[in-house]
């Protein structure tokens, strides 16, 4: 916070390597989709028993168009918080950022179900929110970087009324949510575990190659 009360970003981390983190007002943020009630209440409780952001969120440095996490910003927002540790990206320029519409979509890429990085920071910027959970983003590094930043780290203020950024949801709606999020997880997981099969086939294959030379070549 500055001489004349109005809340500042302040860099937490720099590195060659690596990407930019800062705590940044929550206020400078903007979110690109509609939150859902259901998960948005999942971290809530999540925070409050922790009383720590386990992980910071990820935004585009230049628009502040927050491109994950946006449930944990609405969760302090609503609690009345003030700063948010966020990793900050070059969305348009960092090429190896990608965005998809399901989690598999980080390995396999399906051109009628692509969006773009222009697309989410347009939405962000203008306010015209995508639906809960449109977007996937990839990045060149792990998104889960445990910090366990205290809350009481991240100022305080009346708490904010988010009800704008959340979509209308019945128990019903809420309960198939979740059952699609976990379907989306398993999805992932049946991928990638047909994927070490062919890879560990594949090494297997080229053992038996090499051990079967018959040139007096001898590597094992």
Avoid at 51 to 59: E, F, S
């Amino acid at each position: 916070m500055n001489g004349r009360g109005k809340v500042t970003s302040t860099v937490l981390k720099t590195e060659k390597s690596g990407p930019k983190m800062a705590l940044v007002p929550i206020d400078e943020l903007k979110p690109h989709e509609k939150g859902s009630p259901v998960y948005l209440e999942l971290l809530k409780q999540e925070i409050l028993r922790a009383g720590v952001l386990k992980y910071p969120i990820i935004a585009d440095d230049k628009t502040r168009v927050i491109l994950d996490g946006m449930h944990r910003w609405l969760v302090l927002k609503n609690l009345g918080h003030m700063l948010i540790p966020t990793i900050l990206v070059d969305a348009m320029n960092d090429r190896r950022i990608r965005v998809g519409t399901r989690r598999i979509h980080r390995y396999v890429r399906e051109s009628e179900d692509e969006v773009s990085i222009e697309m989410v920071l347009s939405a962000g910027l203008n306010g015209h929110l995508m639906k809960p959970r449109s977007t996937r983003h990839f990045f060149p590094f792990s998104k889960f970087r445990r910090i366990n930043c205290g809350l009481n780290l991240l100022g305080k203020r009346t708490p904010q009324d988010i009800s704008k950024y959340l979509v209308r949801a019945s128990e019903r709606e809420c309960k198939a949510a979740v059952e699609e999020w976990l379907d989306e997880i398993s999805e992932e997981l049946e991928f990638l575990k047909g994927r070490t099969q062919e890879v560990e086939q594949e090494r297997a294959e080229f053992i038996d190659r090499v051990k079967n030379m018959n040139n007096g070549f001898s590597i094992f």
